[in-house]
């Protein structure tokens, strides 16, 4: 029994005939669009805190970015309510739920790095010969590598 791969598709065709990636595609189109008109009630400083993850039987599921973000909301919860009730979309919204996901950090930490002068490496250097400790000399001989080179 072989693996026979699919024969490649273009985007448009694979899209046009498949009605789950449909559904999935207007989905998305359609928290976008609420994903909008809620950021036209959140404070600037909000807007990238909040997210709405879902809104189904009355509850407005909002993904928060931290405690601190869903205690402020919270406190704003009952106007924010009320100026949501307003619109159309939102009409059939009795209450809001927060939920705290911190964001997932992609990006790693810069690593430090030690700049020294050329005459701090040297008096570094000079310290670490006068050292009899092997462990303590090898760690000051690390560090006055990283001075500059005159």
């Given amino acids: 029994m072989g693996y026979r791969p699919i024969k490649a598709q273009k985007s448009t065709g694979v899209l046009q ?13 359609a928290t976008d669009h609420l994903q909008q008109l809620l950021n036209q009630y959140l404070q600037p400083a909000a807007r990238e805190h909040c997210l ?33 009730q307003s619109l159309a979309e939102f009409r059939e919204v009795t209450r809001i739920q927060f939920k705290v ?37 090898e760690a000051l001989e690390r560090l006055a590598k990283h001075a500059k080179k005159p």
């Fill in 17 to 29: 005939g498949s009605i789950s990636l449909q559904r999935l595609l207007a989905r998305a189109a």
């Fill in 52 to 84: 709405l993850a879902d809104y189904q039987a009355g509850t407005l599921t909002l993904i928060v970015t931290n405690g601190h973000w869903a205690t402020r909301l919270r406190y704003q919860q009952k106007r924010l309510l009320e100026q949501l």
């Fill in 101 to 137: 996901r911190p964001p997932v950090q992609q990006d790693k930490p810069e690593l430090r790095s030690v700049a020294i002068s050329a005459q701090s490496g040297q008096t570094i250097q000079d310290s670490a010969e006068a050292i009899h400790d092997p462990a303590l000399r």
